[in-house]
């Protein structure tokens, strides 16, 4: 069985369906905003300190290219959940725009076990 965690964001009519691994979950729901204000950083928004290195790495390679990773007084869990990077199982990439792109019923998919689900929204 493989366990994953859905995220599911929603807003100005889009939706973005992603699945993380444990590591990024947990980073996503860390209660410690990761505000250490830095140079450069405002108290509305800051580099987030907490982003485990390799989670880090995964996002810039998904989304950025060494940009800091950085979260927003708030809305640190739900900007953590807009920049988490997807897994990749079975060499698909976890990543949907709809709901009905997603059939874990199909028996190539049928080891795949939805863990818990963090909802939020694109802005």
Do not use: H
Request: with cysteine; net charge negative.
């Amino acid at each position: 069985m493989i366990n994953v965690y859905k995220i599911y964001l929603e807003g100005g009519g889009d939706i973005e369906i992603k699945f993380v691994d444990k590591e990024v979950w947990d980073w996503i729901n860390n209660p410690d905003s990761g505000n250490r204000l830095n140079e450069g950083d405002s108290e509305y928004s800051w580099e987030d300190q907490t982003c485990p290195p390799n989670v880090k790495a995964d996002i810039w390679q998904f989304f950025r290219d060494g940009s800091p990773i950085e979260v927003t007084s708030g809305s640190w869990e739900n900007d953590r959940a807009l920049l988490a990077p997807p897994l990749t199982i079975k060499d698909r990439q976890m990543y949907f725009f709809s709901e009905t792109e997603i059939d874990f019923t199909d028996e190539e998919w049928n080891d795949i076990n939805i863990v818990d689900t963090y909802y939020g929204y694109i802005y």
